[in-house]
């Protein structure tokens, strides 16, 4: 399993075209605001990353994906998931989206 954190629009804007290592320093730095939007069952990262994204439907309703609405983060804000947001593997590493796949990252 796979879980999906997204990142607070202030983090957005500003990894949206940083370079791998400013990725991972921003992130790191702000990864306590971000919200923990779903769990994906998968442990691949490119298919939490598909079914994380809204493309025929809302991907909140895609099969393998359990949505962790919140009343701060609730249907209005599930947002496809994007450059600089999280996936977390449950007992493992985390990975950023990135331009171009994932990067690796280290939050302790």
């Known amino acids: 399993m796979i879980r999906i954190h997204h990142a607070p629009e202030q983090i957005l804007f500003a990894v949206a075209l940083a370079s791998d290592e400013i990725l991972r320093t921003r992130v790191r730095?702000?990864?306590?605001?971000?919200?923990?939007?779903a769990d994906v069952s998968t442990d691949d990262l490119n298919q939490a990353y598909r079914l994380?994204?809204?493309v025929e439907g809302p991907w909140w309703q895609n099969a393998g994906v359990k949505f962790l609405g919140s009343a701060e983060h609730g249907l209005a804000g599930a947002r496809s998931t994007s450059i600089g947001d999280?996936?977390?593997?449950v007992g493992g590493a985390c990975h950023i989206v990135a331009r171009c796949?994932?990067?690796p990252l280290n939050v302790s």
């Open 101 to 103: 796949g994932f990067v």
């Open 52 to 54: 994380t994204n809204t």
């Open 29 to 37: 730095a702000g990864f306590a605001s971000y919200h923990y939007v």
């Open 86 to 89: 999280v996936l977390e593997f």
